[in-house]
């Protein structure tokens, strides 16, 4: 666990924008299914219509089976011509809280080396999530795990009914200036409990910070994400 960047904001933003509105309508377009995953370096669409998309670093790849193809991130509509689709802010209707889009033509600064210090977080979300989705029960509901364009968070879902829960590490947002392990409940929750500390969303928050000081921060975010799953299906 790596002290943050002085400047994650700008380029999470910015890859907020390109995973919303290049990245996952390019998959959309050809599968119906928007879903992407982290890589060492960034993050890519898995493989359609025999090709895959990703930022890697600074640079949009496009993998074909006639070679790869880059380009220096510079616009989101830029990013939407290189991979071949129109930029377009409604590609995807039924968000209740919709990505704002920034205009079209403004530059998008991205920093490579905060880009894979994000994928470094991700990265290690996988590992902790997959460990947690290895503990579930045969009766829960199991989701894969995903980062999800909407709100550029790597996530699983677990449980069924009132006990589901969202299960997730997000790079920060607007409401968390640092990425952040948490738990967002499907059902009501009691906030008489001092584990459902998050008031910005349904549910529970661990911040970077306490994992940084940590000595063994998977096994601590593992724990409180166990912590959350115990609580939902005890009650």
């Given amino acids: 666990m790596r002290p943050l960047p002085a400047d994650l904001a700008t380029t ?23 879903g992407l995953h982290p890589t060492p370096d960034g993050f890519a669409t898995p493989t359609f219509d025999g090709k895959t ?4 670093g600074d640079l949009l ?14 616009t989101i509509r830029e990013a939407c011509r290189f991979l071949g689709i ?7 209707v039924g968000f209740r809280d919709p990505l704002h889009p920034v ?16 994928a470094e977080w991700f990265m290690f979300g996988v590992v902790v999530l997959e460990r947690l989705r290895a503990m ?14 909407e709100h550029f968070d790597l996530a699983t879902e677990i449980g069924r009914g009132p006990a589901r829960g969202s299960y997730g590490f997000s790079p920060g947002d607007r409401s968390h200036p640092e990425p952040y392990v948490y ?7 009691d906030r008489g409990l001092a584990f459902w500390n998050d008031r910005h969303f349904n549910g529970a928050s661990l911040g ?9 921060p998977a096994d601590d975010a593992l724990e409180f994400l166990l912590e959350g799953y115990r609580i939902l299906n005890r009650a």
């Fill in 12 to 34: 999470r933003d910015a890859l907020h924008q390109l995973a919303f509105f290049a990245l996952a309508p390019a998959r959309y377009r050809a599968q119906r299914r928007m």
């Fill in 53 to 56: 998309a990703s930022v890697e």
């Fill in 61 to 74: 790849v496009l993998e074909t089976a006639l070679g790869v193809a880059t380009q220096t991130v510079t």
């Fill in 86 to 92: 129109p930029y377009d802010t409604d590609w995807f």
């Fill in 103 to 118: 205009p079209p033509d403004r530059r998008l600064d991205v920093d490579p080396d905060v880009t894979r210090h994000i």
């Fill in 136 to 149: 579930a029960t045969p009766d829960d509901d199991v989701g894969e795990v995903q980062l999800w364009p």
């Fill in 183 to 189: 738990l967002a409940a499907w059902g009501v929750i």
């Fill in 208 to 216: 970077y910070g306490d994992l940084v000081a940590s000595s063994q």
